[in-house]
């Protein structure tokens, strides 16, 4: 027989892929911030911070699209974090898990939500 899972588990359950996706958007855009450096002129240094933000533009934009679709999360966000160890794993192994790993947790969440949508709607 299934348990039927608690209203404060339900919530913690369905808001987590969503507030640890808006997290690691913010962890990324931070890594931006390197874009301004002490001779740096300040035309040039905006269009590198521009640059530097469009991993964070787009971990938000996906999470915005999983926000009620939620194996679109699912699956692109196990897929950046594939693509992004597939890239980096031999130069890199360290970043590697930094950026993989929460893209990963996040889209397992986002999987798990999708697969239990109706116990964690219903409540």
Request: glycine share 6%; charged share 15%.
């Amino acid at each position: 027989m299934r348990q039927v899972m608690t209203t404060t588990r339900c919530r913690l359950l369905r808001w987590s892929p969503r507030i640890l996706g808006v997290v690691v958007g913010v962890f990324f855009g931070l890594f931006a911030l390197d874009a301004f450096g002490p001779e740096e002129p300040l035309r040039e240094a905006l269009a590198a911070l521009v640059v530097h933000l469009m991993p964070a533009i787009v971990v938000l934009t996906l999470v915005a699209a999983s926000w009620r679709r939620e194996w679109i999360g699912g699956l692109a966000f196990i897929v950046l974090a594939v693509l992004y160890a597939a890239v980096t794993v031999r130069s890199h192994p360290d970043w590697t898990l930094l950026i993989s790993g929460p893209l990963v947790v996040v889209g397992a969440l986002f999987a798990w939500n999708w697969f239990h949508r109706r116990e964690l709607h219903a409540s």
